[in-house]
């Protein structure tokens, strides 16, 4: 019974502390210079389901920095940390929620993991709660690895890595290796990251032409899923395998575990409104 | 409150942007002096610690890197397609992915996409009749956003293994250059390459194994080529110099000034034989290559607020001092509880700096004195390089 009060108690102070925290929420891009992710990126409808977690759910910001560049430059973690800190400050935000998607949960790891590298990562690290990182790229794809193969596509790559794209030099598997050794923390053998860096897993693509769900910002082709299956476990999104997204931080859960009819969610689904998803992150912010 | 009170001292302060400066001489000979790099670097001292997880299982020998190859790759022209190049299949139903390559400046020569109905296969010279289980055309392929200029076959498995010609029947550009990738997926063929460790200080060599496997074991007999890439993305051929475990490599030295964070990639172009099959794999890994800008002496002295460590500064710059801090528990015995750092701008010279801890977390963390700490590296961040590092 003793334990059962302290519990109550225990639970009450939180909710209590929670409610007395200002609470903000970011959504960060992954790869890809943005200028209007709100629309480009996440889309309305995400965006403002997910908001209405918050307290106050006008306290959000969407951040639209250059994640083609590598993660430390200063118009990916650079800009990131600018937005970040005027939102702070202009909302005077005491609890924030960091929602990343794929390799944008690399940028806020470079934050996270290097305090001392720029005097505004501190504050930023100090007002974190935590981060919701969807699909995050933390060890890298074999994608990346193909496409730069004999140098051939460093002027040209579809969207989903960007063009051109340091980033997509960043994400080769053996590069991320080296990163996350030296210059990242979370992943398996480093110290832990200071705040808490839960990913969602995405672990399947379902594109069959008679499921209609497949279609929730999903591919239309098999064929091309098939080719690029080729270089990833059978566990992935279409783009990251599965141990990639689970490699740094801690699994919050994976897709199918929580979605609406247990459908996988592909790396384009993981950041839109697709089988609920908008509304378990709701739920957890 | 992981925050120390140095921090908050500088919060809202934003980079500045240094001015070039060459300095004439280094103050130790293995050291070396370097131009300030031109990109915006930190110039204030931040001080951070965090609590760290008291179930850490610190990987403390150096990180190597292991990967497994089951495919190849390789550049042809236009022309060579026309008039039909050597493959080498050793999985059935293997992928070939074929991707016209940009010119320097960045035009693809005359649509050089292939269209895959016009890719045939020989064997000898005989012409195989429907040989592809699937193909997969420019505009399928674009909707993955993965490989643009880009088509593919599957091998139909009844073409089984062996060597085959592949010709592209449809007129092409003589000199549009493509990529021709061999993805053998589920081979037991592979090629197995490491290193022991993924950073490196200049004028060290490099070490790595390379193994052809099968699932039966190792296949003897192969025949490695391997190249660098250096960050600039040029390559430089290497010879690989046999060693009791593997090989070792010179690492070219660039004239150029390096972007920093970029790395070195070491390529391996391997095959063998292996009961009359000819198996060809290429594979990489990744690697940092410092520039020895600074060190630090082997004796730091801990305090109860901090732990003092003697710098040598040979090129200025922005360098960080971090370090696993141990308290001692209630059965004597040391264990980690946080992990602090201490970043300073500092010119050329002898400096004595301070890794500060942070009294919060050590108050809360329940360990006593002595402290001490461990895993203490030093890192210059204005070329983001891995200088040192004291178990």
């Known amino acids: 019974m003793k334990k059962v009060l302290i519990g109550l108690v225990t639970a009450y102070l939180a909710i209590t502390s929670s409610a007395q925290a200002n609470q903000g929420l970011a959504f960060i891009h992954g790869t890809g210079k943005q200028t209007d992710a709100y629309n480009d990126y996440w889309t309305g409808s995400f965006v403002n389901s997910v908001r209405q977690g918050l307290t106050d759910s006008s306290k959000y910001t969407v951040i639209n920095c250059d994640f083609d560049q590598f993660m430390w430059d200063s118009q990916a973690a650079g800009c990131l940390a600018e937005q970040l800190t005027s939102f702070i400050n202009n909302q005077n935000i005491t609890q924030l929620t960091l929602l990343t998607h794929s390799n944008g949960g690399n940028v806020v790891r470079w934050i996270l993991s290097n305090p001392t590298y720029d005097s505004r990562f501190p504050n930023i690290i100090n007002k974190t709660g935590k981060v919701i990182a969807l699909a995050p790229s933390s060890l890298g794809t074999p994608l990346a690895d193909t496409v730069k193969q004999g140098n051939v596509f460093e002027t040209s790559l579809g969207w989903l890595l960007g063009y051109d794209s340091d980033a997509v030099t960043q994400q080769q598997v053996s590069w991320m290796a080296y990163y996350n050794q030296n210059w990242l923390l979370g992943t398996s053998g480093r110290p832990n990251l200071p705040k808490e860096f839960k990913a969602v897993v995405g672990s399947d693509v379902d594109s069959a032409f008679w499921d209609g769900d497949s279609y929730c910002a999903g591919y239309q082709y098999q064929v091309a899923l098939e080719t690029t299956q080729n270089w990833l476990d059978s566990c992935s999104d279409g783009f990251l395998n599965c141990s990639s997204q689970s490699g740094a931080g801690s699994v919050w859960f994976t897709d199918k575990q929580r979605t609406r009819g247990s459908e996988p969610l592909s790396h384009q689904q993981s950041r839109r409104d697709c089988f609920n998803l908008d509304t378990i992150i709701r739920n957890d912010i | 409150m992981q925050l120390s009170k140095f921090s908050q001292l500088v919060l809202g302060a934003l980079p500045l942007l240094v001015a070039t400066s060459v300095h004439a001489k280094s103050l130790d000979k293995d050291l070396i002096s370097l131009n300030v790099p031109f990109q915006a670097v930190e110039q204030h001292t931040v001080h951070f610690s965090q609590a760290i997880s008291p179930n850490l299982q610190l990987a403390t020998d150096k990180q190597g890197y292991e990967t497994q190859s089951d495919e190849y790759w390789f550049e042809v022209t236009g022309k060579e397609l026309n008039e039909g190049i050597a493959l080498d299949i050793s999985q059935p139903g293997a992928l070939i992915r074929l991707s016209g390559k940009n010119s320097p400046d960045d035009i693809l020569l005359n649509d050089g996409t292939i269209d895959p109905m016009d ?78 460790r993924m950073s490196y200080i200049s004028g060290e060599q490099v070490h790595l194994e390379a193994k052809f496997k099968h699932s039966d074991g190792l296949i003897p007999g192969a025949r490695h080529q391997a190249f660098i890439k250096m960050p600039s993305g040029e390559k430089h051929p290497v010879i690989l110099a046999e060693t009791d475990s593997g090989y070792r490599v010179n690492v070219p030295e660039s004239m150029e000034e390096q972007r920093p964070g970029l790395l070195y990639e070491l390529h391996l172009e391997s095959q063998v034989s292996d009961k009359g099959l000819h198996i060809r794999r290429n594979a990489k890994f990744a690697f940092a290559l410092a520039q020895p800008t600074a060190k630090m002496a082997q004796e730091i002295s801990v305090n109860p607020d901090n732990a003092k460590v003697s710098l040598t500064i040979a090129s200025e710059g922005r360098y960080e001092i971090s370090g696993l801090v141990y308290g001692t528990n209630k059965e004597g015995k040391s264990q980690p509880f946080m992990l602090s750092r201490s970043a300073y701008y500092l010119p050329a010279g002898d400096h004595q700096v301070a890794l500060e801890f942070d009294k919060s977390i050590m108050a809360s963390a329940g360990l006593a004195a002595p402290y001490k700490v461990k895993n203490i590296r030093l890192m210059d961040q204005s070329r983001m390089a891995l200088l040192q590092e004291i178990k």
């Open chain 2, 119 to 196: 890719i045939e296969l020989y064997q000898g010279k005989n012409k195989l009749s429907s040989p592809f289980k699937q193909t997969v055309s420019q505009q399928q392929l674009a909707t993955a956003n993965i490989f643009p200029n880009s088509s593919a076959v599957k091998l139909d498995k009844a073409m089984g293994k062996g060597q085959f010609q592949l010709r592209v029947k449809s007129k092409l550009s003589s000199n549009q250059r493509y990529i021709i990738n061999v993805k053998e997926k589920n081979s037991p063929h592979k090629l197995q390459l490491s290193t022991e």
